[in-house]
């Protein structure tokens, strides 16, 4: 493993010029905070609700980033978000962003912050099209084994690990890209989330569970350092 030097990681607000908005409440704990989008449209954005909080003990465990213990909930239709540096968004069912929430969003990753989007299963045709709400001009971007977030604490040389087995096939990693910024990953037909859940839960195998592991341990430190 290649040791992961952090100078300072402190949860700052991602800096963005929104005056009509009333400001959040700023988080106490200064290590390093995941916290997931909840948002609306009826899927279940409170799903894989040990995965956020393993990976963030996983991090502390087998990085110099230390975590905290409880992954944070924010709602787009609050500046909340604006205060995490790294927000994800899971389930199965349907999302949808107003006009608002996709300008907030849309703020928030231009501005510095990232998104993970996992897909449960099910998601996929719900999520791109509001995606298109935030980003117009953009489209998903398939990252190969070659990119740098398979080579990061872990090397995952085959690119993002297959951990549930869904649609069959492999599983797939997309970006979306700011200048030049990697501001969004999807992972879809794999379920990372779910690989990193309790034990119990699933009960997936060891080589699955450590796969999901060292996929989330990477992309964090890839966000962290780029």
């Not at 978000?81 to 929430?101: C, K, M, N, R």
């Not at 998903?140 to 398979?150: D, S, T």
């Amino acid at each position: 493993m290649r040791a992961l030097v952090l100078a300072v990681l402190v949860a700052l607000p991602v800096l963005v010029a929104l005056p009509m908005l009333a400001l959040a409440e700023v988080p106490t704990d200064a290590k390093f905070q995941m916290a997931r989008i909840r948002y609306s449209g009826g899927g279940d954005w409170y799903g894989d609700e040990t995965s956020w909080i393993n990976l963030m003990t996983g991090l502390s465990e087998r990085t110099t980033i230390a975590s905290a213990k409880k992954e944070a909930v924010v709602s787009l239709r609050s500046n909340d978000i604006f205060y995490y540096p790294f927000v994800t968004l899971t389930g199965h069912g349907t999302v949808t962003f107003s006009d608002d929430e996709a300008a907030r969003l849309r703020a928030y990753l231009t501005g510095g912050g990232f998104l993970w989007i996992d897909d449960d299963y099910g998601l996929d045709q719900y999520i791109r099209p509001q995606m298109k709400k935030v980003f117009p001009d953009k489209e998903f971007v398939e990252l190969g084994p070659e990119h740098p977030v398979f080579h990061q604490v872990y090397e995952l040389k085959d690119g993002i690990p297959k951990i549930h087995e869904h649609d069959g096939g492999p599983g797939h990693a997309f970006g979306i890209f700011h200048q030049g910024r990697l501001v969004c990953f999807y992972s879809w037909n794999t379920d990372i989330g779910d690989g990193l859940e309790d034990v119990e839960v699933h009960g997936d195998p060891p080589e699955k569970r450590e796969a999901a592991l060292q996929m989330g341990i990477n992309l964090v430190t890839y966000v962290l350092t780029h």
